[in-house]
């Protein structure tokens, strides 16, 4: 679910922006885009309604990146039992003119898979971005 609709209260709001501005801080060429989902119904359909989806765009294609977009989805899990909402996991997608890229998910083996892959570098940086992530939804 785009991160703008999913800002309800104040402290999903301020999450929110701290994400942004860890991943700005590590990445200050980046440009943040909290409604990477189109509003019509047929994508809505295929929005995952537990989670924060987060867009950045770079000011071009570059070849550590291997991607000019990301897409960043953080996946949500609300406990009935105790009415607690984790965050679970993290989903990133490189995206170029040509398509999704590669993908590192946080559920899997924390690895980025795909036809082409970001450097060794930023593949670091965004599995600590991950970890950050979680820890400011879980703490």
């Not at 060429?29 to 995952?48: F, I």
């Not at 590669?102 to 082409?116: A, E, F, K, P």
Request: aromatic fraction near 10%.
């Amino acid at each position: 679910m785009n991160a703008a609709l999913m800002a309800t209260n104040l402290e999903i709001a301020s999450k929110i922006a701290t994400i942004v501005n860890l991943f700005k801080f590590e990445f200050p060429d980046a440009k943040s885009d909290l409604k990477p989902w189109t509003n019509d119904p047929e994508t809505m359909e295929l929005v995952d309604p537990d989670s924060i989806d987060i867009g950045f765009h770079f000011p071009g294609v570059s070849k550590s990146w291997q991607s000019r977009s990301l897409l960043i989805q953080i996946r949500f899990y609300q406990d009935p039992m105790n009415d607690m909402r984790r965050a679970i996991g993290v989903e990133i997608a490189g995206f170029s003119h040509n398509g999704e890229q590669w993908r590192l998910s946080t559920v899997d083996n924390w690895n980025c898979v795909g036809i082409s892959q970001p450097s060794s570098e930023k593949s670091e940086k965004l599995k600590k971005f991950c970890r950050q992530i979680l820890e400011v939804f879980n703490s």
